[in-house]
């Protein structure tokens, strides 16, 4: 068993197109490392070049938002379900739109 | 023809052709718009703006519009006085109001955003626009949208005020009243939009629509004499109208029409929705969504969409935030009416309390110039007010009746 990861359709090319992806860790910043060890390239979207999760992306373990938990030391677990949602998306939106 | 170069992340620096890009594709961040300041420099003077309509299309050149404006023409360069009353009342020097609750057509700031929005909306050929609005855009929208032929879907928090889903209805707008905060609303629009080929105003024509609140800042630069106040107090919902009252003054600065601009930046918001007070007394860089809880309605958004960048104008220019509770809200509403005759709405009364605290303070010091930005009319927002005010005196239609029941008020008055 593993965590699910959930990926923004913006990043799903990264992902050969799956929005679901397995990964692990004992940390939010565990998981990104692993995720970006299997998709390389993606986590260069979600944290800024310090490695800080980016101001407009945000992360949310069992749908709470890690800005009220510990941040990027945020603990998880196998089974547990972990989303990426850009913060002005709403969810599920590219952010182009053609007329 | 266009002094605009394209679209420009505020977080990465990506660039982006002027289209429908609300969002940087690569870091998520919000996009705005970026112009060509050498060529307007060249044709902005202060000489040419003297001779143009009183609109907020005056500054047309620094509006992100590709042709001529459409929407809105009529809308903007609304009143800027000294307020020596409510001056005295405060126990300061030299106070002034850029008072946006007598805008054309719909009695709000919203005016000026829906303007440049729509424009730019009809430009890119939508036949439809939409909006998530706590009510004065909703308002704008509704009228704007009617009188450019174009059709309109509304939403809504289903708990409003009458005032403000009335002066939505009869504009015949397809009005959507969502059961849920605004924030809620949003979120929802944004799926939709992502969905339907319309313009949402607030979300896909954001960078666009955003420009329009920098209006408000030229004129009150231009009002003011080509200067700009050593204060300034502004009400916060999205975050929004701080951080382009900043852009406006640099650019100002920058085309040299004014020669600088020091101003401190106060952000004003309701003691029960103050996430980017918060987030500006803590000097924090993120910004804590809360669920908002107060009669200030129009400025109840939990999660603001441009908390960081008032934010960052804010604490850059030296300035502070504060809060206001629902009574100061209200006290502070009828003060402006009893001394300047003017009947905000509750976003109103939250502006003048936080500038009457901060003075109180000492953060304000009371000789140095400030303005108060009042941004929607009283009209709108009478539920909070319902008691609060006393009651007109009944009388029977007699002069008899007149002195039994006013006996008190007119005794003294020598009668003829």
């Known amino acids: 068993m593993a965590i699910t990861v959930r990926i923004p359709t913006p990043l799903q090319r990264l992902t050969n197109g799956q929005g679901e992806v397995s990964c692990d860790g004992k940390t939010v910043t565990e998981l990104l490392g692993d995720l970006e060890r299997r998709y390389p390239g993606i986590k260069e979207r979600i944290c800024d070049p310090q490695g800080k999760l980016r101001r407009f992306v945000n992360v949310f373990v069992n749908e709470e938002d890690i800005r009220f938990l510990q941040g990027d030391q945020t603990a998880v677990k196998d089974g547990d379900e972990v989303s990426i949602i850009p913060a002005i998306a709403g969810g599920s939106y590219s952010g182009h739109v053609t007329v | ?416």
Not at chain 2, 70 to 87: E, I
């Open chain 2, 1 to 416: 023809m266009s002094y605009v170069i394209g679209l420009k992340c505020r977080e990465c620096g990506r660039r982006y052709p002027k289209e429908v890009v609300f969002v940087c594709e690569y870091c998520f961040g919000g996009v705005e718009v970026d112009y060509d300041y050498d060529a307007i420099r060249r044709v902005l003077t202060k000489t040419a703006l003297a001779s143009r309509p009183k609109s907020l299309w005056r500054y047309r050149e620094l509006l992100p519009i590709e042709g001529e404006p459409t929407v809105g023409l009529t809308s903007g360069f609304t009143p800027f006085f000294r307020a020596d009353r409510l001056a005295t009342a405060l126990g300061v020097r030299e106070l002034y109001i850029k008072d946006d609750s007598v805008s054309h057509p719909t009695l709000s700031f919203k005016d000026r955003v829906v303007s440049v929005a729509l424009t730019r909306a009809k430009e890119f050929g939508f036949d439809t626009v939409a909006c998530a609005s706590t009510g004065n855009l909703a308002n704008s929208v509704s009228a704007h949208a009617a009188k450019a032929g174009l059709k309109r879907f509304i939403f809504i928090p289903a708990d409003l005020e009458m005032g403000k889903v009335i002066a939505s209805l009869i504009y015949q707008p397809t009005l959507i009243a969502v059961e849920g905060t605004y924030d809620e609303v949003n979120r929802l629009c944004a799926e939709i939009g992502a969905k339907y080929p319309w313009a949402f105003v607030n979300i896909n024509i954001r960078p666009y629509y955003a420009e329009g609140s920098k209006t408000y800042g030229y004129e009150i630069a231009e009002q003011l004499g080509w200067r700009v106040p050593q204060h300034i107090v502004i009400p916060a919902a999205g975050g929004s109208l701080i951080t382009k009252i900043g852009k406006a003054f640099k650019e100002l600065t920058l085309l040299g029409l004014l020669s600088e601009a020091h101003t401190k930046f106060y952000c004003a918001q309701a003691t029960g929705c103050a996430p980017i007070v918060t987030t500006i007394k803590a000097r924090a860089d993120i910004v804590k969504p809360v669920k908002p809880n107060t009669i200030a309605k129009s400025l109840a958004i939990g999660n603001p969409a441009d908390g960081y960048s008032a934010t960052k104008t804010v604490l850059d220019s030296g300035g502070w935030a504060e809060s206001a509770s629902d009574d100061e809200i209200i006290e502070a509403m009828k003060l402006l009416a009893e001394t300047e005759g003017v009947f905000t709405e509750t976003a109103g009364g939250v502006t003048l309390a936080v500038t009457k605290k901060l003075i109180e303070q000492g953060t304000i010091p009371r000789d140095e110039s400030i303005v108060v930005c009042i941004t929607g009319n009283g009209l709108k927002t009478q539920e909070p007010l319902m008691n609060r005010l006393g009651s007109a005196t009944r009388i029977k239609p007699t002069l008899a009746s007149f002195e039994d029941n006013l006996g008190d008020r007119i005794r003294g008055v020598s009668a003829r």
